[in-house]
T-cell receptor, first 112, second 109 residues
């Protein structure tokens, strides 16, 4: 079983919808939780970065971490066609050179 | 600021040939990483470095070598390319949230 599980989708929503992307994990040592966005044929781009539990908001994006359930989420409000991409979750322990473990990614399409 | 720059962007190799992929960062990060990304398999760590002169193996190191002679550069070498090494290679720098390069698309025929 993988340390980080992510539903690969694909996920297709109409423009303006609220999108929920999720990951579960098994390693209780993870303390840092990241979300990356990857457009087709591009490198991943860091979207959100959270330490330990709680919520973090940045514009239309909200990241949630529930360490008791080992579950993290990324919400996108008022989704736009430009949000169409693959979203990767990633997690790191406090040590181990910050080496991240990545989910396989969820592909999102926002239709106009 | 360029962030993380990878060269080349594309390359076709014949089986058995060698090549070196170059990663350069201008952010003064200690940690640098090489990943490969294949359809259905996500990002897999090949090798990483926690500082100048240091390297360590990741999840899939076989067939690859790395060097970090200068803090800003991290080189990935393929000594004898195999078709199984056809992939997209990404370099990254940072401690927890990484900055990635734009990738190198390598095809081994």
């Amino acid at each position: 079983q993988k340390e980080v599980e992510q539903d690969p989708g694909p996920l297709s929503v109409p423009e303006g919808a609220i999108v929920s992307l999720n990951c579960t994990y098994s390693n209780s040592a993870f303390q840092y939780f990241m979300w990356y966005r990857q457009y087709s044929r591009k490198g991943p781009e860091l979207l959100m970065y959270t330490y330990s539990s709680g919520n973090k908001e940045d514009g239309r994006f909200t990241a949630q971490v529930d360490k008791s359930s080992k579950y993290i989420s990324l919400f996108i409000r008022d989704s736009q066609p430009s949000d169409s991409a693959t979203y990767l979750c990633a997690m790191s322990p406090n040590t181990n050179a910050g080496k991240s473990t990545f989910g396989d990614g969820t592909t999102l399409t926002v239709k106009p | 600021n360029a962030g993380v720059t990878q060269t080349p962007k594309f390359r076709v190799l014949k089986t058995g040939q060698s090549m070196t992929l170059l990663c350069a960062q201008d952010m003064n990060h200690e940690y640098m990483y090489w990943y490969r990304q294949d359809p259905g398999m996500g990002l897999r760590l090949i090798h990483y470095s926690v500082g100048e002169g240091t390297t360590a193996k990741g999840e899939v190191p076989d067939g690859y070598n790395v060097s970090r002679l200068k803090k800003q550069n991290f080189l990935l070498g393929l000594e004898s390319a195999a078709p199984s090494q056809t992939s997209v290679y990404f370099c990254a720098a940072g401690s927890y949230g990484y900055t990635f390069g734009s990738g190198t698309r390598l095809t081994v025929v």
